[in-house]
């Protein structure tokens, strides 16, 4: 009997090495690795013409709206955009309308998901008001819990450390991560405050009250918590020498924290939101050259565990306003993140390694997706094949997302995602989504 799929000659990296060879696939689990001549017969057959097989992509970090904000985006438009930036799974955040902040509500927003996504989904949730509520919602699938600092979403007292060892105390024993925005709320908006009273509202306002000691300060307290309760931390979108220090000092001290780095804080600066204006406005907002060059030191070195999108799309004109502080902060990124970041590894500064290590086998590790972010026989099929030569430039008037706009519109770029599989399914073939129906499961979901 043939096999369903075989992807051949093209490069896979095998122990540190990269070889040509191939991929046999059968009811959406890889079920051999090797050479053209000694992969099974198969019903559908792929030359992937030298270019590089990698595992498919994770994004940790993504708000697919739906719900009551489908007028931002939908499943359907997120996943599609997933996979033709060639992402093959993606977590959605819980910050939603309504917030997904308890088994029933994950529940609702894994059965709006259901038949919709042309990726793998796993879904995150906000803390629930109760600390007993955490381990059903653990059962129901979450795959990690979210902590806003800027402000309360979901049922946890953000200002009482005691209701966050609580919390914490609760996911260290469901062996569950916490993963933090860490914007210090206190801090922020007495700065905010003082700035709005003396009439400041444009950019450079916005810069002073998300400072970088605003991260490092939240950080810090989020440690607090980690030593008393041993919670496994992953520090979302670190954007500062002051955020990532305070981090490694945690690292450096065995506790159990990772953390991430958006393309953004890696490829802009405060300058180029001067330059760009709102539309590059994020939360916690890009930084001054040097920050940008620690954060790529630290990457580098391997000390900054995961690349992530923070793909955030708002309506475009959520993204203009008077003043700085009606401006809703974010854009889309899920087709931009991984052609930035091959970019990047054509000019030198990561390498492909890298990136199966930075958006495949940490976030698979960190976030326990068993059975993802590596090619191996037993694995599913989840793969995503990039051609490191192709040269195109952003064209955000074609994004499959909702929100058509980017302040990488327009970069000339070199390496593309060509082919992205969910399960063994094709979803994306050279920029076209040509899935017939949604290949893309929902992570965790117990029926």
């Not at 060639?86 to 029933?104: K, Q, R, S, W």
């Not at 109760?130 to 653990?138: A, D, L, M």
């Not at 569950?176 to 210090?184: F, G, S």
């Not at 290590?357 to 026989?377: N, Q, S, V, W």
């Amino acid at each position: 009997m043939p096999v369903d799929l075989a992807i051949y000659n093209g490069k896979i990296s095998i122990q540190n090495a990269y070889i040509t060879a191939g991929i046999a696939v059968n009811e959406g689990k890889i079920v051999k690795i090797a050479k053209k001549t000694n992969l099974p017969s198969a019903s559908e057959k792929i030359d992937a013409q030298g270019k590089f097989i990698l595992p498919g992509l994770i994004d940790v970090h993504t708000h697919l709206r739906d719900q009551k904000q489908a007028y931002e985006e939908t499943f359907t438009t997120g996943t599609a955009a997933a996979a033709a930036g060639g992402i093959v799974l993606c977590a959605d955040m819980p910050n939603n309308e309504p917030v997904t902040m308890d088994a029933e509500s994950l529940k609702e927003r894994m059965q709006a998901a259901s038949g919709r996504v042309l990726i793998n989904v796993a879904f995150y949730s906000a803390f629930p008001t109760s600390s007993q509520e955490i381990s059903r919602i653990v059962d129901q699938g979450a795959v990690g819990f979210k902590l806003f600092m800027t402000k309360q979403i979901g049922g946890v007292d953000i200002d009482s450390d005691d209701a966050l060892e609580k919390a914490f105390q609760q996911t260290q024993k469901s062996q569950i991560p916490v993963a933090v925005h860490a914007e210090d709320k206190t801090l922020l908006e007495s700065v905010k405050k003082e700035l709005k009273r003396i009439g400041q509202k444009g950019i450079d306002a916005y810069l002073k009250a998300h400072s970088p000691l605003v991260e490092e300060k939240a950080i810090n307290r989020i440690l607090g918590l980690i030593e008393k309760t041993k919670a496994q931390v992953h520090f979302c979108h670190i954007s500062s020498k002051l955020g990532l220090d305070a981090i490694l000092r945690g690292k450096n001290a065995g506790l159990p924290v990772s953390c991430e780095v958006t393309a953004h804080h890696l490829l802009l600066s405060s300058s180029d939101l001067k330059r760009y204006g709102t539309i590059a406005l994020c939360d916690p907002p890009v930084r001054g050259k040097e920050d940008v060059e620690v954060l790529w030191e630290a990457l580098g070195n391997g000390l900054i565990d995961i690349i992530a999108s923070d793909h955030a799309p708002h309506l475009f004109e959520e993204k203009k306003a008077e003043s700085i502080w009606d401006v809703k902060p974010g854009f889309p990124s899920l087709e931009t993140i991984v052609p930035l970041i091959l970019n990047e590894i054509n000019k030198g500064r990561l390498s492909i390694a890298d990136l199966i290590r930075l958006m495949a086998e940490k976030p698979a590790e960190i976030f326990h997706l068993d059975g993802r972010g590596h090619l191996e026989k037993g694995y599913n099929a989840d793969i995503t094949i990039v051609d490191m030569h192709r040269e195109h430039r952003i064209d955000a008037s074609k994004f499959y997302s909702k929100a058509k706009y980017s302040p990488f519109d327009g970069w000339k770029l070199k390496g593309k995602p060509i082919k992205t599989f969910a399960n063994g399914q094709l979803m994306m073939d050279d920029g076209e989504i040509v899935a017939k129906h949604s290949a893309g499961q929902i992570i965790g979901w117990k029926h």
